[in-house]
Structure formats: C-alpha cells, structure tokens
C-alpha cells in the first residue's frame, strides 16, 4: 500500500470510529432512560403528597381511637361505682347514670368521626396503591433499559476496539509528516481530511476540479502534497 493508500485507508477507520462514537452518543435507549427518569420523579412527588395526606388521617385517627380508650375506661369506672352497691343515695345514683350515659354518647359521636377518616382514608389509599404499581412498572423498565444501555455499549466498545486495532496496524505505514496536516484538516472539516480523487471529481466535497488544476496536479511527484481545491482536503490520486 502506497503511504497515500494507507492514509486514505486510517481515515476510513477514523470515520467509522467518529460515527460509532456519535452512535454511542445518541443510544436511543439513552433518551428512553432519562424519559423513566423523569416519570419516577414524578410520580415520587405525588406519592409524597399522598404519603403526607395519608399520615395525617392516620394520626388523627389515633387520636380519636386514644380519646375512645380513655372515655371507655371513664366509662368503665363509674360503672363499676354504680354496679358495686358503694352508692346508695337515688341522687348520686342518677348522676352516676347521666354520666355513663353521657360518655357513652360521646364515645359514640367519637366512633362516627372515626369512620369518616376512613372513609376519607380508601382513595387516598386507592391512590397511593395505584402510584405505587406505576413506580413499580417504570423501575422494571428502567433496570430493563439499563440493561440494553450495557449491552449496546459494549457492543459499540468491543467494535471500536476492533477499528481502533485496524487502524493502529494501517497507519504504521503512514510517515510521519503527514500526521500534523492529517490531524489538522480532520479537525477543520468534519473529520474527513483525505479523500480520494476519481476522475476529476474529489470524493470528499464531490466537487469537480478544473481542468488547468488537474493538469497541474498530473504534473506533480507522487509524493507531493495535493490538496482538492474546492474543499482544501488532501486529495489521494491513483
Ligand atoms: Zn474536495
């Protein structure tokens, strides 16, 4: 291979490494994770709410089942005084009685609001059971995504290598003065700095030189540097 072909043959593995690199940059799974990302935020916020408005019901639920217990056991207690013979006198009997009575209502009125709160407990627990099987669903297709992230990297990585390796073994035959104007170009122009000339036609612009400059380059040594006047890449001819 003449030191132009070998030139022209290292940028072709370059290119095919620019775009597996670009392809690795642009993994479509990529955006899909980020998207699940963004649902798990958001559904995190929401079952934060619904957290919060269910721990609220939940505490006032055990400060009325508190106030039950204790009423209860007031209850309990005149009760017993009444039941236990201790008080004989009708008046302090009957006070006795409206008192029992009157916990005992109390209690009562305690109960019903209680059974509101749970009332008002089921969608807020409908909600958050809901919320919960929908994380449940994004964190099963997040760690199935991860996994295709994985193994298209390292798809992309074993056959980067695999170019790299090509590459590395065809520009050995590349002199080194070439490497600057090379490097220089790539970086100028996308990343293409050789291109084959066919014809009068180079292949990197696909634009065709004039006459005059392809008499003039005909002229030239083949080692001479030959640059595509269109585009200004190095132009390989045959
Ligand atoms: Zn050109």
Redesign the pocket.
Known sequence: MSRWESLLAVQGHDTRADQLAHRLETLAVRSQLAGVADQVEAVDRKLAVVDERRGELSRSQVRLEDEIASLGERANQAEKQLYSGSVSNPRELQALQDDVASIRRRISQIEDDELEIMELAEPVDAERDSLAAERARLDADGQRLTGELAEAEAEIATELAAVRRERDAVAADVPDELWAEYDALRSQLGGVAV?RLVGST?Q??H?ALSAVELDRIRKLGVDELVH?E??G?LLVRD
Request: charge should be neutral.
């Open positions: 291109a180079c990197g612009c634009l595509c269109e585009c890449r």
